[in-house]
């Protein structure tokens, strides 16, 4: 095992959904004696398991895991708030003498923990009356004013996605400035080397589809109807996490079964490719090969690359 001293402040392993982040940010944490911070915002919800591949504690290996199962699903996401508890763990690791390992592919919330990055506030007044026009008029014409006022934004910012739309013209109307000056830089807060796990399109959306598989094999229908009894269908974000939202809608009779696990496929190829394009912009993110011709030689590669940052 590595002496944490040698290694950077903290480590972050990125990249789109089934690339095997989980288990490089085990490995890595246990030979830098590391804790991992969990970094994907549908695994900080208490019950979803099955849908979201969270380690089981055995795959965990013991390594310490934090920011696992903090809020019901009856929650909303906050990536401010996420930003608040991630960063009092990592300075409590460091504290420590640990090695923080931020693990996932929510692009903004490990931004949130390792950038510097505020987050507006909200005001209920202005969100209520929005959420109201959203319902009353559509996403589509909200999409138009938000473009007319903030182009960038609107490109940024699929018509379809009501949420962030609001939450876009909410920040505009709040700070007067263009939602995307709110964005963030690439400031770091903390002395990070960022580990991109690369797979190939085609074997990426293999993966997928055989992970989606073992996901209603392991029960995630039952999973979902154990949540919709705790509130899931009514929960703003949870309920539209990938597969959740599928299976409601099949019990919900609005497809069926086979359609709803076909979907999921469709969707998660579609949401790897967003969390691809993000990482990607970010040239901080040193990408190494995670692919079945890689699988072997990928953690000693990033530990190498972790030591190289240490020495350069």
């Known amino acids: 095992m590595r002496s944490a001293a040698t290694a950077p402040r903290v480590i972050a392993v990125v990249g789109p959904t089934a690339a095997g982040k989980s288990d490089l940010g085990v ?32 795959e965990r290996a013991g390594i310490p895991h934090h920011l696992l199962d903090i809020w019901e699903v009856t929650e909303a996401a906050s990536v ?9 763990e990592i300075d409590r ?26 987050f507006p506030g909200t005001d209920p007044e202005v969100r209520s009356r929005l959420e109201g026009e959203l319902t009353l008029r559509g996403s589509g014409a909200l999409h138009a004013r938000l473009s007319a006022a903030d182009p960038r934004a609107g490109r940024a910012i699929l018509p379809s996605n009501g949420r962030r ?18 964005l963030p830089g690439h400031d770091s807060v903390y002395d990070t080397v960022q580990i991109g ?37 009514e929960g703003r974000t949870a309920s539209r996490a990938l597969g959740y939202q599928q299976v409601l809608a099949a019990l919900a009779g609005e497809c069926t079964d086979d359609e709803a696990r076909a979907e999921t496929v469709r969707a998660t190829k579609r949401f ?15 990408w190494l090969g995670g692919g079945s ?5 990928l953690p000693h590669r990033a530990l190498a690359l972790v030591e190289r940052a240490v020495t350069a």
Request: proline letters at 2%; glycine letters at 8%; a neutral charge.
């Open 165 to 182: 739309i609001v939450r876009a013209l909410e920040v505009i109307e709040i700070t007067g400035k263009p939602f995307t000056a709110n």
């Open 293 to 297: 011709e890689h699988r072997e030689e």
């Open 197 to 233: 796990v690369d797979v190939a399109r085609p074997e990426l959306d293999e993966r997928i589809t055989r992970r989606v598989d073992r996901m209603w094999d392991a029960g995630l229908v039952d999973e979902v109807r154990r949540l919709e009894a705790r509130g899931l269908r």
């Open 80 to 88: 401010a708030e996420y930003q608040r508890l991630a960063r009092a």
């Open 27 to 58: 490995h890595l944490a246990r030979q830098l004696d590391g804790e991992v911070v969990n970094a994907d915002s549908m695994q900080l919800y208490r019950g979803m398991d099955i849908g979201t591949a969270k380690l089981t504690t055995e």
């Open 93 to 118: 690791l460091l504290a420590a003498g640990r090695t923080p390992v931020l693990v996932g592919g929510s692009g903004l919330y490990v931004r949130g923990a390792i950038d510097a990055l505020e």
């Open 272 to 286: 790897a490719r967003r969390q691809d394009s993000w990482f990607r912009r970010d040239a901080r993110v040193h």
